[in-house]
């Protein structure tokens, strides 16, 4: 069983929790609306902002906030605030975390943009202390 915290619980990040939480596995959701925390914890839900996230607890994150477009252009405003803050969890968790990238991104926005992120905040290395990968 994994302990699997999903970063935005918006419909994505709580279908894919709820998902994962069928198979059995403990799901942790982390979320920036207070409106959103208060939701899942009155359905019994373990629900936090990322300043209460117990990053020894979990093996797995998955980034599932929002990417919208605009003008044609997808935002990575939200995912890259959202790396940082994970980048930062990180750096205390002394176990290897696998953080997975849920939400739509460009080709290349994992390698290039997040990766680079987590790296900096968690003053750790990718495919040595922590494991990245993609799942469109």
């Known amino acids: 069983m994994a302990h699997i915290l ?3 619980s918006g419909v994505v990040g709580q279908a894919t929790g709820k998902g994962f ?3 059995g596995h403990q799901i942790g959701y982390v979320d920036i609306n207070p409106h959103t925390i208060a939701t899942l914890r009155a359905a ?3 629900a936090m902002p990322v300043t209460e996230v ?3 607890a979990y093996d797995v994150v998955l ?3 929002p990417t919208p477009s605009v003008d ?3 935002v990575l405003d939200y995912i890259e605030a959202a790396a940082l803050d994970v980048g930062r969890g990180l750096a205390s968790a002394p176990q290897f975390v696998s953080v997975v990238v849920r939400s739509t991104v460009p080709p290349t926005t994992t390698e290039q ?3 680079p992120i987590l790296e900096r905040a968690a003053g750790k290395r990718a ?3 922590f494991g990245v990968a993609m799942n469109p």
Do not use: E, P, Y
């Open 72 to 74: 044609g252009k997808i």
């Open 63 to 65: 980034l599932a906030v």
């Open 44 to 46: 019994g839900l373990a």
């Open 127 to 129: 495919g040595h202390d």
């Open 113 to 115: 943009r997040i990766t």
């Open 21 to 23: 939480a069928k198979k």
């Open 6 to 8: 999903v970063v935005g």
């Open 54 to 56: 117990d990053w020894t």
